[in-house]
């Protein structure tokens, strides 16, 4: 049964950071594409970064150059390091692991809220 376990979120003032964590179980966690996903109310949920099985990352414009999107295939998980945090950034984030042949899963989401 594949499980992931977002951890990391909270509360942080603008121009602050966080790191979002990602544990995946009962997947072959290195060869499955994992995404950073994040949903603010009332909008849709959009990709915010994303790291296939061969380490090659893509970022959505509105993140590129404050958040930094990792994996360590040891410790099956991946990690959204995200500086420079700005009130739109507030959202649940949320992690995806997909893979074309497997299918995919869904984290439960966490809430991060940048407010001062």
């Known amino acids: 049964q594949v499980q992931l376990v977002e951890s990391g979120g909270g509360l942080v003032q603008p121009g602050g950071s966080l790191r979002l964590s990602c544990e995946a179980s009962g997947i072959m966690f290195s060869i499955f594409d994992i995404g950073w996903y994040r949903q603010a109310p009332g909008k849709q949920r959009e990709l915010v970064a994303g790291?296939?099985?061969?380490?090659?990352?893509n970022y959505a414009d509105s993140v590129k150059g404050r958040f930094t999107i990792s994996r360590d295939n040891a410790r099956n998980t991946v990690y959204l390091q995200m500086n420079s945090l700005k009130p739109e950034d507030t959202a649940v984030y949320y992690c995806?692991?997909?893979?074309?042949?497997?299918?995919?899963?869904w984290g439960q989401g966490i809430q991060v809220t940048v407010s001062s």
């Open positions: 995806n692991a997909a893979h074309p042949l497997l299918g995919d899963s």
């Open positions: 790291s296939t099985g061969s380490g090659v990352t």
